[in-house]
């Protein structure tokens, strides 16, 4: 039976208050509106942000709330004026839009889409309301997406239809850390990362994609940093030649370690971690003159990066990047080829799969040290 038109009940995950493990409840997904598509989500990954915003670290972070924002689906039906997605489409959500029509978009020089981006920070749709409710209560939405739904429903501008011969619960992936990391590097302004010196500031899912994207690009030298011990290996494996515990350094900070060994600093480094002081120190090992950090990191509520200026004024250049600079709908679908031609990894990260019903655990499995990413198959209740 159709269920076009109709409001669908499921399960979703819902995260009722900051800080609170994830409830799995049955709620209501009423049909998509003009310009929306709703998504069975068959399968999602869970990103460090998810938990930033479950914690309640983020400033934009409203509740009860359907979390989740590396999700793949296929279209159960769409709303009026919809043209670039149709049901039965193989689609990943994507929580930073590509409208094509605002200025953000149009000036060429951007990735982050102006059109929904409003509502998106109040957890709702466009027009300001909400798609999903739970025992009479509407539910917030999440980035855009709210994937830890089996039904959720997004904004035209943030959907892209891929390869139907993908396998969704891994090209879930490309909804957010493997594009993030893959983004960061690949467009940085040409020559990039060739023939140059890196370090990587943490070797989670992200900082993992930073390296092997910077070995795929060129990179000479490529060093990777992480306090957890356990990620040398990972590191060595995704191409990093040498590892550094700032743990180990004794008094000695870890950019004055880097900047001894480098002869001057490197010539790119990323911060994957979201702490301030290591967005400092990734800043500060840069080489004077040229060397550029990029922050990939997302801080906590009310924490705030400094250095000195003199660091600026003598060459360094601090940058920021979302979703690796990366326009989904024009650029996922080549990426998800560029999975499937086995230019680009994406089953190397995934070290845990969980069943829907365990899906805080995929939360705890995070906090354990030897998770990379956790994909959640969102069929099994
Ligand atoms: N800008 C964007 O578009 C996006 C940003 N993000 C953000 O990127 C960040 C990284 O995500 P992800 O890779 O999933 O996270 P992970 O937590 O998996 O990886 C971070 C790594 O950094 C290590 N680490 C922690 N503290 C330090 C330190 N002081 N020095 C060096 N290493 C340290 C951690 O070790 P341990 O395991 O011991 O904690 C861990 O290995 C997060 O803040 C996430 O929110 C994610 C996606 C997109
Ligand atoms: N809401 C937070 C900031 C969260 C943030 O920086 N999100 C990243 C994506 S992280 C993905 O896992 C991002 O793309 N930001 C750009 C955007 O427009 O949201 C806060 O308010 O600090
Ligand atoms: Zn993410
Ligand atoms: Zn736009």
């Known amino acids: 039976m159709s269920t076009t038109g109709q409001v669908i009940t499921c399960k979703a995950a819902v995260c009722w208050a900051a800080g609170e493990e994830l409830k799995i409840e049955e709620i209501e997904v009423a049909p998509p509106g003009a310009h929306e598509v709703r998504v069975k989500i068959l399968y999602t990954g869970i990103c460090h942000t998810d938990e930033y915003t479950r914690s309640g670290k983020d400033p934009e972070g409203v509740f009860p709330v359907v979390l989740g924002h590396e999700g793949g689906g296929i279209v ?11 049901p039965g489409d193989h689609v990943i ?5 590509e409208c094509r029509e605002c200025k953000f978009c149009k000036s060429g020089k951007t990735n982050l889409c102006g059109k929904v981006r409003a509502t998106q920070g109040q957890g709702l749709m466009p027009d300001s309301t909400s798609r999903f409710k739970c025992k009479g209560q509407s539910l917030f939405h999440f980035m855009g997406t709210s994937t830890f739904s089996q039904y959720t429903v997004v904004a035209d501008v943030s959907i892209v239809a891929v390869n139907e011969t993908a396998p969704l ?9 493997i594009t993030t990391a893959w983004g960061a ?18 070797c989670g899912a992200i900082g993992l994609g ?4 910077a070995r795929t690009h060129g990179a000479s030298r490529i060093i990777a940093v992480d306090t957890n011990p356990n990620k040398e290996s990972w590191a060595k494996k995704f ?18 370690y880097l900047i001894e060994i480098t002869d001057g600093g490197l010539d790119f480094t990323f911060d994957c971690t979201g702490n301030v002081n290591v967005m400092r120190a990734a800043l500060e090992a840069c080489h004077k003159g040229w060397g550029v950090s990029s922050i990939i990191g997302v801080a906590p509520a009310g924490h705030e990066i400094s250095t000195r200026p003199f660091q600026l004024v ?3 250049v601090w940058r ?32 845990h799969s969980r069943k829907f019903e365990e899906i805080n655990e995929g939360f705890h499995d995070m906090h354990a040290g030897d998770c990379i990413r956790c994909v959640v198959d969102m069929t099994t209740i």
């Open 76 to 86: 159960e039906s769409v709303g009026e004026g919809v043209t670039n997605v149709k």
């Open 320 to 351: 920021g990047v979302a979703f690796g600079g990366v326009k989904g709908r024009t650029e996922i679908p080549g990426l998800v080829d560029e999975y499937l031609a086995g230019k680009i990894k994406i089953d190397e990260y995934v070290t």
């Open 239 to 256: 191409g990093a030649q040498e590892f550094v515990n700032p743990a180990q350094l004794g008094d000695k900070r870890i950019q004055d």
């Open 210 to 213: 930073v390296i092997e994207t």
């Open 169 to 177: 619960q891994r090209v879930c992936l490309l909804g957010c850390g």
């Open 93 to 97: 959500p994507l929580y930073t839009a």
């Open 314 to 316: 003598t060459g360094r």
């Open 185 to 202: 590097v690949a467009k940085l302004p040409a020559p990039g990362v060739k023939d140059s010196t890196v370090a990587v500031f943490g």
